[in-house]
Nanobody, 121 residues
Framework: QVQVVESGGGLVQPGGSLRLSCAIS????????VGWYRQAPGKQRELVAT???????NYATSVEGRVTDSRGSAKYTVYLQMNSLKPEDTAVYYC???????????????WGQGTQVTVSS
């Protein structure tokens, strides 16, 4: 069983920063990639950033230059550093981990419960 847990959300003023964490745990799996998604009230969930096992990153245009996706020193921890936050960044942020379980051919995706980010003065 693979578990994904996000943390680090909160209330921040415009222009402020937050660092979100995504911890992936379980046994007998390999890490392929992590996608950070966000969903604002009344809007569809959108992809914000991705990072692969080779540390290749991609960012949505709306956050590029303000967000950095990185892997932590712990084996299966990913961080999303968000700077110069804007009110429109307010959303629930989700981590989606794609892993390859030992003995299974097809990778599987696992979602965390989400963490709320609110940008407001």
């Amino acid at each position: 069983q693979v578990q994904v847990v996000e943390s680090g959300g909160g209330l921040v003023q415009p222009g402020g920063s937050l660092r979100l964490s995504c911890a992936i745990s379980g046994s007998r799996f390999g890490f392929n990639s992590v996608g950070w998604y966000r969903q604002a009230p009344g809007k569809q969930r959108e992809l914000v950033a991705t990072i692969t096992s080779f540390n290749n990153t991609n960012y949505a245009t709306s956050v590029e230059g303000r967000v950095t996706d990185s892997r932590g020193s712990a084996k299966y921890t990913v961080y999303l550093q968000m700077n110069s936050l804007k009110p429109e960044d307010t959303a629930v942020y989700y981590c989606n981990a794609e892993v390859s379980k030992f003995g299974e051919v097809t990778p599987s995706n696992h979602w965390g419960q989400g963490t709320q980010v609110t940008v407001s003065s």
